[in-house]
């Protein structure tokens, strides 16, 4: 595979990692504490995602796959087993594990897309004008060059998941991670997302860790799909998906229906339908 | 069962496709603002339009009403408020309040933002927060005056106290919710910036609760000048020269109806300046311009 973009600011000699493991989450389980009940969000969770991977988490909706991203970007702890980034245990959030949110108010709304995507940069120390040339750089990646200083209330949704993708592709971060980001996008834009996020991976070649509960879009967007079993998210498979991206073909239309039992073989199963309208 | 017959069917209608016109041709897809457009759309104009009228219906009233003792006409007052600014010393007056007032303002601010900090890092200053706003907000600080007065004696101490009270829980409780309102995603954002502490304070909650804040700003404003006022009126004449407080006391007891007037006229002028100008800047270069407020 090709260059992996370097992270280490501090000693410019690459460490000696032996395999090309980046992240690995190691039997994890993850629970909520509320007032009346405990929740088990996911039960001994293992998988691990490779340098230039675009590792995708996928399960229907509450089996928890948001909690583990979250439990991956250090905002929650695992209550059994370990996260480990490059061998060292996840501690808390951090900026060498960029988020890109679903939810459109991830962006700062005093701060112009240029602002927003430099803040992150600034606040970790980049010099000014590495920063600012670095911010410039991305933002003309996602196509948002025209609506540099805008706000972004003043951008449509898709646009405002592009500044997101930006900033957290500027800190240039071990991992990104991204909960659902096309997911409130109409379809259209979602596929142009997808292609755009697929051209930028060829360009940059980082690594990703995806979260979806679209069987097409992890197909399209991965090159690994952990299948999560409902709740409580326990694994149930983890497959092979480099050979697909957005053309229709008979594999992919096999890899669809294979996860697709596989989600719902034990709900009285309704004939698998197919999500993707028919295209030439 | 007659539905059978009457059953809805959409009728089947030819198809078709256009070709749309080059936006050019279109003519405004985006242009600016005529003057009489922008001027039915600045808020200045249309305020300055309801005091006109608000002015013409004072006017109105006090001619026909004939009784110059109880309610001069606003062109007396405007006359009276005119000399007592360039011969007399209402202006004078007016500056020893607004000294007094922005020193307590900005004591309550300060003290309201220890608090509220206090609040959102730690569970004890939250309960304390929550506590002390309830026993106090609802007390009105002219009542704590006499305390005041025994504790700081006559003169600016005492008066200075009730404006931080009068300030303190009202900025806080607002700062405070508008904290607590920030949404989960601009947290973690923050968080995943790696801010902490203070910084992840100052960077992410306060400008995120922006809206709030100014509202407890405004508030905490008007509670404080209504506080001097009433303060001014009862013990006015202990601090040295006297406030604009002080200014309507005396003149109501010479029988000066229209200095009375053109010192309420003052107190209001005062207030519709810091409202428009002062905080509708403040506004307007913040929570609209970022769309954080309508
Ligand atoms: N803050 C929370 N408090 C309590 N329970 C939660 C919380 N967040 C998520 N859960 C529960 O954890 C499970 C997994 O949630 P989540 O990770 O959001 O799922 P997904 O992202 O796969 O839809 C769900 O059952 C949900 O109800
Ligand atoms: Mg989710």
Redesign the interface.
């Known amino acids: 595979m090709g260059r992996v973009l370097p992270f280490s600011t501090q000693d410019g000699a690459a460490r000696d990692v032996d395999s090309g493991v980046l992240l690995d989450v190691d039997d994890v389980t993850l629970q909520y504490k509320t007032d009346d009940r405990l929740v088990t969000a996911t039960y001994k969770v293992d998988f691990q995602v490779h340098r230039g991977d675009r590792f995708v988490l996928l399960g229907p909706s509450g089996c928890g796959k948001s909690s583990l991203l979250k439990a991956v970007a250090g905002f929650i702890k695992p209550v059994e087993g370990a996260i480990r980034l490059n061998g060292e245990p996840v501690r808390g959030p951090g900026p060498d594990r960029m988020v890109v949110f679903q939810e459109f108010d991830q962006l700062l709304p005093w701060k112009t897309v240029f602002q927003n995507v430099l803040f992150p940069l600034r606040a970790r120390g980049v010099p000014a004008k590495e920063a600012a040339e670095r911010a410039r750089d991305y933002i003309a990646k996602v196509g948002l060059d025209r609506f540099r200083d805008s706000y972004p209330h003043t951008l449509s949704g898709g646009m405002k998941q592009r500044v997101a993708i930006a900033r957290a592709m500027a800190t240039e971060p071990e991992i990104l991670l991204m909960d659902e980001p096309f997911a409130a996008l109409d379809a259209l834009t979602r596929r142009r997302m997808q292609e755009e996020l697929l051209q930028l991976w060829d360009d940059v070649r980082f690594t990703m860790l995806f979260v979806t509960h679209s069987i097409e879009e992890a197909i399209i967007v991965g090159n690994r799909i952990l299948v999560l079993s409902p709740h409580p998210g326990q694994v149930k498979a983890e497959l092979n998906a480099h050979a697909f991206g957005h053309e229709k073909s008979e594999g992919f239309a096999a890899l669809e229906n294979r996860i697709h039992t596989m989600l719902f073989a034990d709900q009285p199963t309704a004939p698998v339908k197919t999500t993707r309208a028919a295209r030439p | 069962m007659t539905s059978h017959q009457n059953r809805l069917v959409p009728q089947i209608r030819p198809e078709f496709e256009r070709e749309v016109l080059e936006a050019g041709v279109i003519g405004d897809i985006s242009r600016p603002l005529s003057p009489w457009e922008r001027l039915a759309g600045n808020t200045l104009a249309r305020r300055v339009l309801i005091l006109v009228l608000l002015g013409a219906a004072w006017q109105g009233y006090a001619v026909w009403s004939q009784n110059p003792l109880m309610f001069p006409t606003l062109s007396e007052t405007l006359a009276t408020l005119w000399t007592s600014l360039v011969d007399g010393n209402l202006l004078e007056r007016c500056l020893t309040s607004l000294r007094v007032l922005l020193v307590g303002y900005a004591i309550g601010i300060v003290a309201a933002a220890v608090l509220t900090m206090l609040a959102v890092t730690t569970r004890f200053g939250n309960d304390l927060l929550s506590t002390l706003t309830s026993m106090f907000n609802p007390l009105p600080a002219i009542a704590l005056l006499p305390l005041a007065l025994l504790w700081f004696g006559l003169g600016e101490g005492s008066i200075t106290f009730v404006l931080v009270h009068a300030v303190l829980w009202p900025m806080a409780l607002n700062t405070h919710s508008g904290f607590m309102g920030v949404?989960e995603?601009?947290r973690?954002?923050g968080?995943?910036?790696?801010?902490k502490g203070l910084?992840y304070v100052m960077?992410?909650l306060v400008?995120?609760a922006?809206p709030s804040i100014l509202t407890g700003l405004k508030i905490g404003w008007a509670f404080a000048w209504r506080t001097l006022i009433a303060a001014e009126l009862v013990f006015g004449v202990s601090s040295g020269s006297g406030g604009i407080g002080w200014f309507i006391y005396e003149n109501r007891n010479q029988l000066e109806i229209p200095s009375v007037f053109a010192g309420l006229l003052m107190v209001i002028i005062i207030g519709l300046l810091v409202e428009s100008v002062i905080f509708r800047t403040l506004e307007i270069n913040?929570v609209r311009?970022?769309?954080?407020q309508r």
């Open positions: 949404s995603t601009q973690m954002a968080q995943n910036y790696g801010l910084r960077l992410i400008p995120a922006l913040t311009k970022w769309g954080m």
